[in-house]
């Protein structure tokens, strides 16, 4: 007998229970498609899990909705119609059918009779279950929309998630208090009146309201997050500033009620420009004219390019006469070609390139500069402190035949490079000889260049040519003395060297007091005037002296060959031999080939009982027993020794005199 006391549940069967959780385990959708309802045969059921049908079931339908409780997601909330034309039996008992036909769910209820039309009481009723899951997300939230029959609340839930909302009767057009009764937009509100809200500060408080006396609700057609899309659309249909319009929700993805920024913008309505022919519009990204006028003047139309009435005047009154007219200030023209003899006005720039004034304005130039028309006709300087080096670089083309640069070291011990355009065949030509480049010191007067062509510049006068040059006619020397192969680098502008090579000694021999012991061969000797190419490579080659020997009976060591790149060379000389002295090295290409000579043979003591060591070829050595001294001398051949050890040759040694 049902009373206050009964209780009214729904529970899973085992067989639901089973597939819930296999769904849950595999991720495999649970598919709910069929409800059940029966009478129970009059009885009072209490919901069993063990149950795979109703005591008495006679009715099953598909369902009319199947979704997620609002309010809890872990309740599925399936609901079925029936109609006014089926019933005429009592409802006590309802089950849940998956798409396998198997009963999942079974709940009681309170006794309902379901009438028929025929009894004089017909009615459309839901009934609905609510069934408590562990995960909603495995149960398929879907339903056949060919097979149900929808009631009001679904039509209406499913129409407040159209893009097109119910009109609003104001829109806002400042930031509102939310509460209260109000006037918005010249239109005064009634509790209940719809609203939409668009310019609030905090932008997630926008939206559609219902007007109320105490606090604004929103509208139930915007007030979840599903009701809430891009693109919604909604027309205001009173207000001074916004009646008539429609307006469009324009922020982009989803959007949740109260956190995210709810943005409006009008999509179509007035824009307050009044009917009529204007001449200048301003219009919006929908192509509507929102702002329009009839300007009278040039800057009334934007325009930039025309001149005012007073400005041509001002203009004018500025112009000279154009008989006998009288220039002011500092008047300019441009300058005719050199060579012109017509009646054309001759500049400053002209009477320059005439020749007729050499430069007076000094122009400073930084190291690596390219010279261009803008240096033509000055007194180029490059200025540094200490000493250092720099370098010009004359241009390829943009200047005219007969252009001319003076140009100097300014200050500190400098020496300046200036380099013709490479790989266009330019060129420097002193005379009849051409150079890529040419040297100025800070002892060389001004150098003076001229313009004979594209990237072609003859020497006038002064750098390199300067009789004052104390370092005239040669220049510089280099020394090489250290044993080793190096690279020397012809300097600019220098064609012809003189070079002297000298070969390495010979060291001694060591012997004992009885024997004596030889001295090493002196190197050989070769001077000569080569000719060479600025900015080549050559070779040179030190040889390194015979090393010293300290163990009795042995010969010295032979010394190296020295060589000025393939132009000349000197052999080394040979080691000194116990008995006899050393054979000498010997020069070989040069215009001076010599040797610095043969090591000595051991000296025997004035009493005949022994032997002193001999000297090296060029030695210095005299009494080679005891004098402890090394050559001095590049070259030089080591004396022999009886106490300790022998004398080491001399290391050769290369000069490039230019």
């Keep these: 007998m049902v009373d206050q006391t009964s209780q009214f549940y729904a529970i899973l069967t085992n067989v639901g229970a089973a597939k819930q959780a296999n769904a849950d385990a595999l991720g495999i959708p649970w598919k709910i498609t069929q409800m059940g309802v029966g009478d129970a045969n009059g009885t009072d059921p209490t919901p069993n899990a063990t149950q795979t049908s109703l005591i008495n079931e006679w009715r099953r339908a598909p369902l009319n909705q199947l979704k997620v409780d609002d309010k809890n997601s872990a309740v599925i909330v399936a609901e079925q119609v029936i109609p006014a034309e089926v019933g005429?039996?009592?409802?006590?008992?309802?089950a849940l059918y998956d798409a396998d036909g198997d009963m999942i769910a079974v709940a009681n209820c309170a006794p309902t009779y379901k009438p028929l039309l025929s009894q004089g009481s017909g009615r459309t009723q839901v009934v609905r279950m609510n069934l408590i899951v562990s995960s909603a997300s495995n149960v398929q939230l879907k339903i056949d929309p060919a097979v149900v029959l929808a009631t009001r609340e679904w039509v209406s839930e499913e129409l407040a998630r159209q893009d097109f909302k119910h009109s609003v009767l104001a829109a806002t057009t400042t930031n509102i208090a939310l509460s209260g009764i109000q006037?918005?937009?010249?239109?005064?509100?009634?509790?209940?009146?719809r609203v939409l809200v668009k310019n609030q500060t905090n932008a997630k408080d926008n939206g559609l309201y219902l007007v109320a006396a105490g606090n604004w609700v929103r509208s139930r057609d915007a007030d979840t997050d599903a009701k809430l899309t891009a693109g919604l659309l909604v027309l205001v249909e009173r207000g001074t500033v916004n009646g008539d319009s429609g307006w469009q929700l324009i922020s982009d993805g989803p959007i949740?009620?109260?956190v995210n920024a709810q943005d409006y913008e009008m999509a179509f309505g007035r824009t307050g420009v009044a009917p009529g022919l204007y001449r200048s519009v301003s219009v919006d990204k929908y192509g509507r004219v929102v702002a329009a006028n009839n300007p009278s003047t040039v800057a009334g139309y934007g325009l930039t390019d025309v001149y005012t009435i007073a400005q041509i005047d001002q203009a004018l009154a500025l112009k000279a006469n154009l008989a006998d007219p009288i220039l002011t200030?500092?008047?300019?023209?441009?300058?005719?070609?050199?060579?012109d003899i017509s009646t054309r006005i001759a500049t400053t720039d002209f009477v320059k390139n005439a020749g007729l004034a050499m430069p007076v304005a000094n122009v400073g130039v930084g190291d690596g500069v390219t010279l261009g028309p803008e240096h033509a006709g000055r007194y180029l300087t490059m200025s540094k402190s200490g000493t250092w080096s720099g370098t010009i670089f004359l241009p390829p083309s943009g200047l005219q035949r007969g252009d001319m640069f003076v140009i100097s070291v300014g200050s500190g011990e400098g020496t300046l490079t200036i380099k013709a355009p490479s790989g266009t065949g330019g060129y420097l030509a002193v005379s009849a000889v051409a150079y890529p480049s040419l040297t100025l010191t800070h002892l060389d007067p001004p150098l003076v260049i001229v313009c004979l062509g594209d990237g072609i510049y003859g020497v006038?006068?002064?750098?390199m040519a300067s009789v004052n040059n104390t370092n005239l006619p040669?220049?510089?020397?280099?020394?090489?003395?250290?044993?080793?192969v190096f690279q020397w680098t012809v300097p600019a502008n220098v064609t012809k060297v003189l070079a002297e090579v000298w070969g390495a000694g010979g060291s001694g021999a060591f012997g004992s007091m009885s024997t004596g012991a030889g001295g090493g061969g002196g190197g050989g000797i070769s001077k000569g005037l080569f000719t060479v190419v600025p900015g080549s490579q050559i070779t040179v080659t030190v040889g390194m002296g015979g090393t010293s020997v300290t163990e009795v009976g042995k010969t010295g060591a032979h010394g190296g060959s020295s060589s000025f790149g393939s132009f000349c060379s000197a052999t080394g000389g040979e080691g000194g031999d116990i008995s006899n002295g050393a054979g000498r090295g010997m020069g070989i290409g040069g215009d001076y080939n010599a040797s610095l000579g043969h090591g000595f043979p051991p000296v025997r003591n004035p009493y005949n009982s022994g032997a002193w060591g001999g000297q090296g070829g060029g030695g210095e050595s005299i009494y080679a027993a005891s004098d402890a001294a090394t050559p001095t001398q590049p070259g030089m051949g080591g004396a022999g020794r009886t106490v300790e050890r022998s004398q080491s040759g001399a290391d050769g040694c290369v000069i490039i005199t230019y």
């Design 460 to 463: 006038v006068s002064g750098g």
């Design 329 to 339: 200030g500092a008047p300019r023209s441009t300058t005719p070609a050199r060579g």
């Design 474 to 484: 040669l220049r510089a020397r280099v020394v090489f003395r250290a044993p080793g």
């Design 256 to 258: 949740t009620v109260g």
């Design 183 to 193: 006037s918005i937009d010249g239109v005064t509100l009634s509790a209940g009146a």
């Design 88 to 94: 005429g039996r009592w409802i006590r008992e309802i």
